[in-house]
């Protein structure tokens, strides 16, 4: 009866001291190991833009990422009267697609958490039509005019991760940038002869940008 006590009391007190250990491991002050973070952006300037972003940490202070983001907006706008030519209204559609690779080192902390700087490439392209529409009986089929786009820069991030237990993460940063935004459309134009002829315009303009970063996700 003593031996079966004793023989009980050896396996509480070695079952007590495993979950303690794992306790240690989970919320003591060197957590878990993570080397993954997969984060989706909460839109602050473009609400109509969703960004997924992935980090892959490489070394104590350094780790690298790939976001990919898609913006979406379509409009449809019409008179209350009618116009001149039965313009009945006018509608509108942007798409846009990207990708933004980065790295980022951590100045404070362990990655994937703590204060880091990033800097980043961005690319991107994307497709627009605007288009005119006349009522049925001036029976004309809507006037479309689609417009192809890229653009192409980079920028500069400060911020700060945090990681939560059991993985919760959240980040967030401002910084300034630059890209080349470049349009391609087709246009009315005068031809030799002095008559109208389509010609396609290209103009692309250098523009400087801001970030502000707000991103929620989970690491692994």
């Known amino acids: 009866m003593v031996s079966t006590q004793w023989k009980l009391g050896v396996s509480l007190v070695f079952v007590s001291a495993v979950a303690f250990a794992q306790e240690g491991i989970t919320t003591g002050a060197f957590p878990t190991e993570r080397r993954n973070v997969v984060t989706v952006s909460v839109p602050l300037q473009n609400l109509n833009q969703l960004s997924l972003e992935g980090e892959r940490v490489l070394g104590e202070r350094f780790s690298v ?3 990919v983001f898609a913006a979406f907006n379509q409009m449809r706008s019409r008179f209350a009267d009618r116009q001149p030519g039965g313009v009945e209204g006018f509608d509108s559609s942007y798409n846009q ?17 703590g204060l880091w700087v990033s800097p980043r490439l961005e690319a991107g392209l994307g497709h627009s039509n605007n288009g005119t529409v006349y009522s049925a009986e001036v029976g004309a ?16 991030l400060v911020g700060y991760s945090v990681v939560l237990e059991p993985g919760f993460t959240l980040q967030g940063g401002v910084g300034f940038g630059a890209r080349r935004e470049a349009l391609a459309y087709d246009a009315l134009r005068p031809g030799g002869d002095g008559m ?15 970030r502000i970063v707000l991103n929620v996700g989970w690491a692994f």
């Open 65 to 67: 990422g790939l976001g």
């Open 97 to 113: 697609f990207g990708l933004t690779p980065s790295v980022r080192f951590y100045l404070t902390g362990r990655a994937p958490q």
């Open 141 to 156: 089929p809507p006037d479309d005019n689609p417009m192809d786009s890229w653009f192409v820069g980079g920028s500069a």
């Open 196 to 210: 109208l002829e389509l010609a396609q315009v290209e103009q692309s303009v250098w523009q400087l940008t801001q």
